[in-house]
């Protein structure tokens, strides 16, 4: 077993741009896999843009087998779950793209044994432990004193081994992420104008936060309107800033609003509204320029702006945006690349 400082997931695709990110030290271990050797971060400084999930103070085992792979996992958990009484999570993940595995679903099949026999090794061995651990969602408890296992299979014959208990960062929000390998996946919803949907979904599950019934909703760059959609399903009022066209369904709904205009252009009435929504097809400098606008008037309590990009180059604007935000007195800003993203990056903030 081998010591890796902190493991980071990420999209596969992204682990270029995460690695500069973290800077010195930081090495590309697997596809959608980034971690650093011999370098103590704390926990709250490793919440990197392009990082969905970091595990803390993870342990690399090899071995031929998938017994000897879940017996490397346990003793790597054991030392933390055995001390004391309090619950524990178990996640096991992987990395998004399986690439380098022959058969479709070998790799999910071989975790799923893999989860099987850590198991199966820990009710054995230490069978008071295993009773301990919780399913669910661990944010609606006492996270302080539960401990997250996470085992990451990121090879047929290595994986990573991580406990830790989550903290709070200093805008509040949970960290490492409380869905596994930072992979939140919206479901089907065939009344959405656009798969655009699952993006603003994915954002308000990261951040905490729904939207309420007739709370005031301004989106911006809103057409076909698959962010509106949400909003208008939440029950709340839209104003959809657009020069083209709805879909029909969402602009015949009373509580909607099309103004046909550019976004850049708007300025609402009777601010604060309750949410900025923004997925404006736009030059990201341009996009946080609008965003830095509407910050600094005060124009809005909660936002989910996004930030799209041209190429690699313009990646450090989202980190300004959180810059931006903070400094304008939003509490909780945050900037992520999400499960949904492609090359764009979520920014929230209320």
């Known amino acids: 077993m081998e010591q890796v400082t902190h493991a980071y997931l990420c999209s596969t ?27 103590p971060l704390p926990l709250f400084a490793s919440d990197f843009v392009f990082a969905r999930q970091v595990l803390p103070e993870a342990v690399e085992v090899h071995a031929p087998s998938i017994r000897k792979l879940a ?19 178990l996640d096991f993940v992987l990395p998004d793209d399986p690439v ?14 893999l989860r099987e026999a850590f198991q199966a090794i820990l009710l054995d061995r230490r069978r008071k432990t295993a009773k301990r651990r919780v ?36 805008g509040g929000a949970v ?34 936060r729904e939207i309420r019934r007739g709370e005031r909703c301004i989106d911006l760059g809103a057409a076909p309107g698959g962010w509106s959609h949400v909003a208008l399903q939440a029950g709340a009022r839209v104003v959809a800033v657009d020069r083209a066209n709805l879909d029909p369904r969402l602009a015949a709904n ?22 900025l929504l923004c997925d404006i097809i736009a030059e990201a400098a341009r996009s946080l320029s609008l965003l830095r606008r509407w ?20 990646y450090h604007l989202a980190a300004e945006a959180v810059g931006i935000l903070k400094a304008c007195g939003y509490a909780g800003a945050r900037a992520k690349h999400l499960y949904h993203d492609r090359n764009e990056v979520t920014v929230w903030a209320e």
């Open 254 to 275: 009373p509580r909607l609003v099309h103004e046909r205009r550019t976004g850049f252009s708007y300025a609402p009435e009777d601010p604060p509204v309750d949410w």
């Open 135 to 170: 399913e669910g969602d661990w944010v609606t408890r006492d996270d302080s004193r539960l401990a997250l296992v996470q085992v990451l299979l990121f090879h047929r014959e290595k994986l990573l081994t991580s406990v830790c208990r989550p903290g709070r960062l200093p």
């Open 295 to 314: 910050a600094e008037a005060r124009w809005f309590r909660r936002t989910v702006f996004h930030l799209k990009f041209k190429g690699t180059a313009d």
């Open 175 to 208: 960290w490492p992420s409380r869905f596994p390998a930072g992979r939140f996946k919206a479901g089907d919803d065939w009344d959405a104008p656009s798969s655009a949907f699952r993006k603003l979904r994915e954002a308000l599950a990261w951040f905490g």
């Open 71 to 89: 017996a490397g996992a346990v003793e790597a958990a054991i030392p933390v779950i055995e001390t004391g009484e309090e619950p524990w999570r």
């Open 13 to 39: 695709g992204f682990e270029e741009p995460l690695a500069r990110e973290i800077g010195p030290g930081s090495e590309v271990l697997a596809k959608g896999v980034v971690i650093t050797r011999g370098r």
């Open 100 to 113: 380098d595995w022959n058969l479709p679903g070998e790799m999910a099949r071989r975790s799923r044994l």
